[in-house]
């Protein structure tokens, strides 16, 4: 009988978090465990692993993706964003995740990196959503907690207080 041999791993250079990163990954390890497992951010959760609860979402070049569906070697060359860059000082809380802490959007905490992610990426592309657009962009997320009215009040406070702060003071 054959031997099996050990799966090889190859070399996936690319940006994360602002930082070129070299890993090495098997051609079927999934981006959510590179992340978690070979590089230590356990930011990003991993729920239903089937792209459903949005608990694993990243930004991908500036998009939000699933990291439970995204193979690890697919973002070669790619620039990878995780919630630990979401604010540039680890001891202190971005606005939106200030937002989620003053308008209790968060009760176990677990969905909340995903959420987080997606929310970033709208507030940056439409900062004038409002309330239907907001809970429409969260429609790819499950939580079980909140039921997602402190979630949009959150999201609605962050996007003012950056509204307020991109206007030119007069």
Known sequence: MPRMNAARKHPVDFTLNGRTVRAEAENRMLLSDLLRHEIGLTGTHVGCEHGVCGACTVQIDGKPARACLTLAQQVRGSDVRTVEALSPDPAELSPLQAAFRRHHGLQCGFCT????MSLDVLLRERPDAGREEIREH??????RCTGY???VEAALAAAEEQRKEEKPNV
């Open 149 to 151: 009215a402190t979630i």
């Open 138 to 143: 969260l429609s790819g997320h499950l939580c």
């Open 113 to 116: 990196p995903g959420i987080l």
